[in-house]
């Protein structure tokens, strides 16, 4: 093994890859896998979701290698191994998160296979096909809508939300297990009126939810259905893995915006995994349709509306929850503005030009300051920003996508450069070059107008 890392290391480097990237085992292991994933998955991609069709993709790891499998026309700084396999450099090549991106022209499924621990590959290739899925929508499906995904930063953080939610999800994993018809259509009328109930509380953000189930249920419910039939795990872990990582989900209370994306992900994909065990072939039926995956799932089942007896523990608990997660915004806003360094605040006199953020990763500390925690990227001519992994609050104006002033630190003054009239700074994480006059300093912070 050590001898094909070394010799894998002459070859990737011979061809020109950024010398900055290391290769390790890890990066063999996944490189090696993609020839036969893209086998079975093309072989078997019809029986887990008729009509899908398959993707360029690529598996890559913060600061090291990208590995680009079946593109038609990768970059330049790409290099080909062999057959249909390219490596590059993640850097150079700006991936970041597991997602599907244009590369090229064509739709292609990232995902970064370094960002957590796994107990077997299948678990990253897995969600390898959920991204082929999402390639998949955004090439072939052209009634579905996608999320607002600003509405994710600004959903409203109510107890009674929060209370019949939690009790709503549980019901829906009951659904999926149910032992006999009677059972699931007694859960169902208790899961529909759960969130009609809940509809008249949050109003359009209602509709918030049922987007992020009609995009990523079908691809989170294709990751399942991948995983359940190829993976090679023993059999005691395979299922609690699917238990932990699909299901559990469903039975796992949140409470303000902790998860929310995730918890309608996996509402629906439990919707597609009942809808599957009910009716044959409706995956092309239901992107024909234009419906939002719940309308097109109520349609298929009929339902009454009750008056569902909820616990009292379910509003007690919701109440203590909710509160501390408010508290918890406030405090991390405190952590913020208390971190040693260089504050650096930017005020811009027309917006900025958002290019990029991770609304999954932003926290709203009230309705005017985001907390961006992972990713930033602002871009205006020839003026750039891109904060990756360093905490920056964004002071907003009516959305999310006008910002006024934007806040983060630097260690050292000698951190920040002008060039004539450009802010100029080049760290790891924090890249600025943006067109600036100083409006104030002192010996821990700056203020500057941008334009």
């Known amino acids: 093994m050590r001898l094909f890392v070394l010799a894998l290391i002459v070859i990737v480097m011979s061809y020109g890859v950024d010398a900055q990237v290391k290769l390790l085992p890890v990066d063999s292991l996944y490189m090696n896998s993609l020839e036969d994933f893209y086998r079975i998955a093309e072989n078997n991609m019809d029986d887990i979701w008729p009509g899908m069709k398959p993707s360029p993709v690529c598996l890559y790891r913060v600061n090291g290698p990208a590995f680009l499998f079946n593109h038609p026309d990768p970059p330049p700084s790409f290099t080909k191994i062999k057959g249909k396999l390219y490596v590059g450099s993640q850097h150079e090549a700006g991936l970041f998160g597991s997602t599907q991106v244009d590369i090229n022209g064509t739709p292609t499924a990232i995902v970064d296979y370094g960002r957590e621990p796994h107990l077997d590959t299948m678990e990253v290739l897995a969600v390898l096909f959920h991204e082929m899925h999402h390639a998949y929508q955004q090439k072939h499906v052209k009634e579905l809508d996608y999320e607002n995904m600003t509405l994710l930063i600004t959903y409203p953080e109510?107890?009674?939300?929060?209370?019949?939610?939690?009790?709503?999800?549980?019901?829906?994993?009951?659904?999926c297990f149910a032992p006999d018809r009677n059972s699931f259509k007694g859960y169902l009328d208790q899961f529909f009126s759960c969130r009609e109930r809940r509809a008249a509380i949050i109003g359009d953000y209602m509709?918030?939810?049922?987007?992020?189930?009609?995009?990523?249920?079908?691809?989170?419910?294709s990751e399942y259905l991948f995983y359940d039939n190829f993976s090679e795990c023993d059999e005691l872990l395979k299922d609690n893995y699917i238990q932990n990582h699909f299901f559990g989900i469903l039975n796992t209370s949140y409470y303000g915006r902790v998860g929310l994306r995730t918890r309608h992900?996996?509402?629906?994909?439990?919707?597609?995994?009942?809808?599957?065990?009910?009716?044959?072939?409706?995956?092309?039926?239901?992107?024909?349709?234009?419906?939002?995956?719940?309308?097109f799932f109520k349609s298929k089942f009929e339902t009454r509306r009750l008056n569902v007896d909820i616990p009292d523990a379910f509003f007690t608990l919701s109440n203590f929850y909710v509160a501390k997660e408010i508290e918890k915004h406030q405090l991390n806003y405190e952590e913020f503005n208390s971190q040693n360094g260089i504050k650096i605040s930017m005020e811009f006199n027309t917006k900025p030009g958002v290019r990029g953020f991770d609304p999954m990763n932003a926290e709203a500390i009230n309705d005017s300051i985001i907390l961006n925690k992972t990713l930033l990227r602002l871009m205006n001519g020839d003026n750039s920003l891109f904060i990756t992994n360093t905490p920056a609050v964004s002071i907003i104006g009516d959305e999310v996508w006008t910002i006024k002033r934007l806040i983060f630190f630097v260690d050292e003054r000698s951190d920040i450069e002008y060039d004539g009239n450009?802010?100029?700074?080049?760290?790891?994480?924090?890249?600025?070059?943006?067109?600036a006059d100083l409006q104030y300093e002192n010996a821990d912070s700056v203020l500057l107008r941008c334009y």
């Open 265 to 295: 992900l996996a509402s629906g994909m439990a919707m597609s995994y009942i809808i599957d065990r009910y009716y044959n072939n409706w995956q092309e039926e239901f992107y024909e349709s234009g419906e939002k995956l719940y309308d």
């Open 207 to 221: 509709d918030y939810e049922k987007d992020v189930e009609s995009v990523e249920g079908p691809a989170f419910y």
């Open 158 to 175: 109510n107890t009674d939300n929060d209370a019949i939610k939690n009790y709503e999800q549980l019901l829906l994993f009951k659904m």
């Open 422 to 435: 450009k802010l100029v700074i080049s760290l790891d994480g924090i890249n600025v070059a943006w067109n």
